[in-house]
C-alpha cells in the first residue's frame, strides 16, 4: 500500500478482554514503531522492531503488553486484561533502512475505548 | 533521558500573520530534531528534521525552522499563516543517528483565526 494502515481504526472494550492491534507498515521499511497517545499528551514510545534485531521494550508500561512482528512486514500490538487507562490512540509508523535518519511515518491510528 | 519541552498548549494567530511555535530540548550529544503535524481524524505527518548543517530547515507547507544550540531550541515558523494550517503540531527528538525512536512533546495547538 502506499502507507501505513492499521486496523481496526476504533475498538471498545470491556475492561479485563484481551485486545490485538494491527500495523501494516510500508512495504520495504525495515523499521517499525508503536507509540501510544493518551489524551492531551504527547506521543510515548512502547516498542521498536528494527529487521531482525531483538526489539525494544523499554516503552511497554506493563506485562499485560506485548508486540510481535512477522519479518518485515506486519505487526500486532495485543494488551491482556485491559485496563481504564490503556484507552488512547495507538499509532504505528514505520520508517526505511539506512544509515541517515529518515522521517518515521505514521498510520492513522486505532482509538482504543475500555469501558 | 533526552526531553522535549513545548511550552505553549494553544496558539493563535490571525490569517496572513506570521507565526511561531516554541520547541526546547534536552539531550546528551548531539540532538536529531523534528516537526510532525497531527490534523483532525489522520495521523501524524512529517514536516521537517534537522539532522546536521544549515541551522534553517525548510520543510513541508511553507514551514521552516531554526535550529538554535546555545537555546537548546529548534522553534517552528511560517512567515504568512493559513487557516488550514491549524492542526496539532509536535516537536520530537532523538539522540542516536539511525532509525530510532523519538521522544515528542506535548504538542500544541495552533489556531489560525481568518
Known amino acids: 500500500g502506499a502507507g501505513v494502515s492499521q486496523s481496526p481504526s476504533n475498538k471498545v472494550t470491556e475492561k479485563g478482554k484481551d485486545v490485538e492491534l494491527r500495523c501494516d507498515p510500508i512495504s520495504g521499511h525495515t523499521a517499525l514503531y508503536w507509540y501510544r497517545q493518551r489524551l492531551g499528551q504527547g506521543l510515548e514510545f512502547l516498542i521498536y522492531?528494527?529487521?531482525?534485531?531483538?526489539?525494544?521494550k523499554s516503552g511497554l508500561p506493563s506485562d499485560r503488553f506485548s508486540a510481535e512482528r512477522t519479518g518485515e512486514s506486519v505487526s500486532t500490538l495485543t494488551i491482556q486484561r485491559t485496563q481504564q487507562e490503556d484507552s488512547a490512540v495507538y499509532l504505528c509508523?514505520?520508517?526505511?533502512?539506512?544509515?541517515?535518519?529518515?522521517?518515521?511515518?505514521f498510520g492513522p491510528g486505532t482509538r482504543l475505548t475500555v469501558l | 533521558a533526552q526531553s522535549v519541552a513545548q511550552p505553549e498548549d494553544q496558539v493563535n494567530v490571525a490569517e496572513g500573520n506570521p507565526l511561531t511555535v516554541k520547541c526546547t530540548y534536552s539531550?546528551?550529544?548531539?540532538?536529531?530534531l523534528f516537526w510532525y503535524v497531527q490534523y483532525p481524524n489522520r495521523g501524524l505527518q512529517f514536516l521537517l528534521k534537522y539532522i546536521t548543517g544549515d541551522n534553517l530547515v525548510k520543510g513541508s507547507y511553507g514551514f521552516e525552522a531554526e535550529f538554535n544550540k546555545s537555546q537548546t531550541s529548534f522553534h517552528l515558523k511560517k512567515p504568512s499563516a493559513l487557516v488550514s494550517d491549524s492542526a496539532l503540531y509536535f516537536c520530537a527528538v532523538s539522540r542516536l543517528s539511525g532509525n530510532t525512536p523519538l521522544v515528542f512533546g506535548k504538542g500544541t495547538r495552533l489556531s489560525v483565526i481568518a
Open positions: 522492531f528494527q529487521g531482525n534485531s531483538a526489539p525494544d
Open positions: 539531550v546528551s550529544g548531539n540532538p536529531y
Open positions: 509508523a514505520s520508517s526505511s533502512p539506512g544509515l541517515v535518519f529518515d522521517e518515521q511515518f
